[in-house]
């Protein structure tokens, strides 16, 4: 004869036996004792290695506080790579020149060291002739270099210069109408010249760029 099936219901949980769960008082030792060992762990190992403090004289004990004095040895920007440090701050310069139909043209170039650079971006009201080049410092004008040459309406990149001397734009209308030629720039750079097509020269002084004022704490 078989055996009836125990419904789950009618089996009682078996009874917990006295002290197998931990009072509230051996919980709030055992936390005790955890925070007790954390903080001696951070006093004697993490903050002589990491920050180089060493309140108890742990660290100097154990040489652990010679690991937070290590410095890694310096590194000397190479003038092949891709930092080049600069004696002075960048300047930025926006300039504006109408050029007048069938061969109205000026050139505008700024005086640059060797390995400074310069960003820039420039537009025009309709297209022009266009030759970035070089006038080598201490060279007659046949030791030029132009690196870049077209017809266009705008352009826009970096340059680097190769050598020291004045770096820049000539830009020539041979359209029937007047255009206007917009440049702006910011590099390491000290001053800006102009060449008009009627001969004469002009400076021009460029600007210390001014950094935003700090915003003040909200009260």
């Not at 440090?85 to 930025?92: F, I, R, S």
């Not at 030759?131 to 309406?153: I, N, Q, V, Y």
């Amino acid at each position: 004869m078989s055996e009836a099936p125990v419904s789950p219901a009618s089996v009682s949980p078996a009874p917990i036996a006295p002290g197998s769960v931990p009072s509230k008082r051996t919980l709030a030792k055992a936390t005790a004792v955890a925070l007790v060992v954390a903080a001696i762990i951070l006093v004697t190992i993490v903050l002589p290695a990491e920050y180089g403090i060493d309140p108890l004289g742990a660290g100097a004990a154990t040489g652990l506080i010679s690991l937070s004095q290590t410095q890694p040895p310096p590194i000397v920007a190479s003038a092949s790579g891709p930092i080049r440090p600069q004696p002075a701050d960048y300047k930025a310069d926006t300039r504006q020149f109408s050029l007048e139909p069938y061969g109205g043209y000026v050139e505008y170039k700024y005086q640059i060291e060797p390995g400074a650079t310069m960003l820039y971006t420039w537009t025009a009201t309709g297209e022009v002739n266009f030759d970035f080049h070089t006038e080598p410092a201490g060279k007659p004008p046949e030791a030029s270099d132009s690196f870049e040459r077209g017809t266009a309406s705008e352009g826009r990149g970096s340059y680097t210069a190769p050598y020291a001397g004045i770096h820049g734009w000539f830009w020539e209308n041979a359209g029937e109408t007047p255009v206007t030629v917009t440049v702006t720039t910011a590099g390491f750079y000290s001053a800006a010249k102009e060449f008009r097509d009627d001969g004469t020269t002009a400076e021009h002084p460029v600007q210390d760029l001014v950094a935003p004022p700090t915003a003040s704490p909200a009260p």
